[in-house]
Structure formats: structure tokens, C-alpha cells
């Protein structure tokens, strides 16, 4: 799936000119309806928070999700975080906010199993380098 931006400019009239070609190409003909969806931060405003709005000719109730849809952070991004480029990771989110952390694969285990390796007297990093090369260790 590829995003595609076009600008245009509010005319004189406070109207917006949608290019023809653009029309064609998603299938319109003079006379069809169309509808314009945006979205509102507030649930009792109709106030177009983000400026936006998607072109739809059937709605975006009609809009197929991506199911195979990923998140993909720039190399650049991860570096200046001093987030190794091949770290789990994991995602934060409260109001107005998304907060992308490096992911302890300690986490993921019961507080049970984690004990046990500490009573055992196996370190953390050796059980997160066992989990990272698929759960079996040389014994080195």
C-alpha cells in the first residue's frame, strides 16, 4: 500500500477543487456521491481536530482494514534511542501519546520461572540470550 498527498488551495469562495484525474482514477463519474470523512478529538464536537479528511466513494466503513499492516521505525530512529536494531519491542500508549520502549524478554516470563533461574543462580542476561537464540544453551 502506498500513501499518495496532493495539495490544493481553498479558493476565494472557502470551496476546494478536487483534480479530475484523481476523480478518474478512483473510478467517479459526474453525478456520483462521495463522502468526506475526518476525525474529531471530542465525541460531543464536530470540529475536524487534525485538519484532514479521507475521499471515500462508499464511506470508510466500506475501507478494508491491512491486516498485514506493521509499524516500521527508521534505523536512524532506533540508533539515536540506543535501541539495538534487533530488540523486541515494545509499545506504550496513553492519551495523546505513544511511547515506544525496548522490550525486556524478562517480561514475558512467569514470575515463577524468573525465581527459579534466580535461585538457581543463572543471570538475567544469560536466560534473555537463551530466549533471543531460541531457548537452548550450549552450556558454555
Known amino acids: 500500500?502506498?500513501?499518495?498527498?496532493?495539495?490544493?488551495?481553498?479558493?476565494?469562495?472557502?470551496?476546494?477543487?478536487?483534480?479530475?484525474?484523481?476523480?478518474?482514477?478512483?473510478?467517479?463519474?459526474?453525478?456520483?456521491?462521495?463522502?468526506?470523512?475526518?476525525?474529531?478529538?471530542?465525541?460531543?464536537?464536530i470540529h475536524n481536530t487534525y485538519k484532514e479528511f479521507v475521499l471515500t466513494p462508499h464511506g470508510v466503513a466500506a475501507l478494508k482494514d491491512d491486516e498485514d499492516a506493521e509499524l516500521t521505525l527508521p534505523h536512524e530512529l532506533l540508533e539515536a534511542a540506543e535501541i539495538p536494531l534487533d530488540s523486541d519491542l515494545e509499545i506504550v500508549c496513553a492519551r495523546g501519546t505513544v511511547v515506544i520502549l525496548q522490550a525486556d524478554l524478562l517480561d514475558s516470563l512467569p514470575d515463577e520461572l524468573r525465581e527459579l533461574f534466580d535461585d538457581l543462580g543463572i543471570h538475567p542476561d544469560t536466560v534473555r540470550e537463551v530466549m533471543r537464540s531460541g531457548g537452548v544453551s550450549d552450556g558454555r
Open 1 to 45: 500500500m502506498k500513501m499518495i498527498e496532493m495539495q490544493s488551495v481553498v479558493d476565494g469562495q472557502g470551496q476546494l477543487t478536487v483534480p479530475a484525474q484523481l476523480l478518474k482514477d478512483m473510478g467517479l463519474v459526474p453525478g456520483d456521491t462521495v463522502k468526506l470523512a475526518y476525525i474529531s478529538s471530542s465525541t460531543d464536537s
